[in-house]
């Protein structure tokens, strides 16, 4: 037996189980493998155990492992990376869902490269910093609403929700507040605008049940489904 056919079943088992602790159906949560550093042969494996949405980080990687995965129609990609304006060309028409977009500009460009290309609109998540930390992206609390204005507006966007990485923390209970502040947050903002913003991307290998107990519709997982990967290189 394969690690990820090992590893499949006990990932499921944990979201089912946490689903249960909070009343919801399992079928409301989407999970997301992270195959970014993996080859495109891990993501062929997992399709064949049945998993059919999948994460990548770098734009790059998305496009060459899309490419490689053509003959698996059925793959759904997510695009969980930080956006550069100048690599949009490569998730248009690849990304189901793009999952970090954290400014007007970048959105912008989303928006125009998908009109120019006759595309579908762009299913995207606004970022959310909720960590106080310095080195990651996102768009402050306070000025979500703001954000969410400006990306209603453009035609190429859908908007679907909110998305964020709270900081490191060993114990999985520790990431409770961020995401209990994210899902208080989407509620407000449903209020104050006209966006239904039915999706909530947080929680990871370590802290997915967390997640899912405070309102999560998708886990992105990928060291408990692939294993631990190698540090990444720029």
Sequence with gaps: MSEI??????????????????????????????????PAEAVREAHALGLREFGENRAQ?????????????DLVWHFIGPIQTNKVRYLVGTAALVHAVDREEVARA??????????EKVRCLVAVH??????????????????????ADMPGLDVRGLFTIPPPADDPEDTRPHFAALRTLAETLRERTSLPLPELSMGMSHDLEVAIEEGATIVRVGTALFGPREVETT
Excluded: M, N, Q, Y
Excluded at 61 to 73: F, N
Excluded at 110 to 119: F, N, Q
């Design 61 to 73: 990687s998305l496009r060459d492992k899309a490419k490689a995965l053509a003959d698996l129609d």
């Design 130 to 151: 909720l960590g106080g930390e310095a080195t990651k992206s996102g768009v402050e609390p306070d000025d979500a609403e703001a954000l969410l204005g400006h990306l």
């Design 5 to 38: 056919a090992r590893r499949l079943p006990e990932v499921r088992a944990r979201i089912e189980a946490a689903c249960r602790r909070a009343s919801r159906d399992p079928a409301s949560v989407t999970l997301v493998a992270v195959s970014k550093t993996f």
């Design 110 to 119: 989303l928006s125009e490269r998908a009109e120019r290309e006759g595309a």
